[in-house]
């Protein structure tokens, strides 16, 4: 296998791996947009927060390794940033109403 095979090769499992992790944390944001009713819990968002820097870190660490384009990785927390604060968003205007 040609090094140049190698390097595509590890450039789509880095890749892949992070779109897993990414995934992961998706589900964790849609837990809790279906469980709205309940009160914003802090510990849950501690998760997220906690599992979002990781994530950053290991995109950060795939692109500074030449694993990943850094367009690649920027998109992907871009997503993950997004959602998370569709589900701030949401807690806010549930709180809101519960007032």
């Known amino acids: 296998m040609a090094s140049s095979d190698v390097m595509l090769n590890l450039n789509e499992k880095a890749l892949r791996l992070l ?4 995934g992961k944390i998706e589900k964790l944001i849609a837990i809790q947009m279906e469980n709205l009713a309940t009160r914003k819990c802090p510990l849950y968002e ?5 599992q979002m820097y990781g994530f950053s870190r290991a995109v950060d660490f795939a692109v500074r390794a030449g694993l990943v384009e850094e367009t690649e990785g920027k998109q992907l927390i871009s997503q993950l940033e997004r959602n998370l604060a569709l589900l701030y968003e949401a807690l806010a205007q549930k709180a809101e109403l519960d007032a």
């Open 19 to 22: 779109q897993d992790d990414a």
């Open 46 to 50: 501690e998760v997220l927060d906690t």
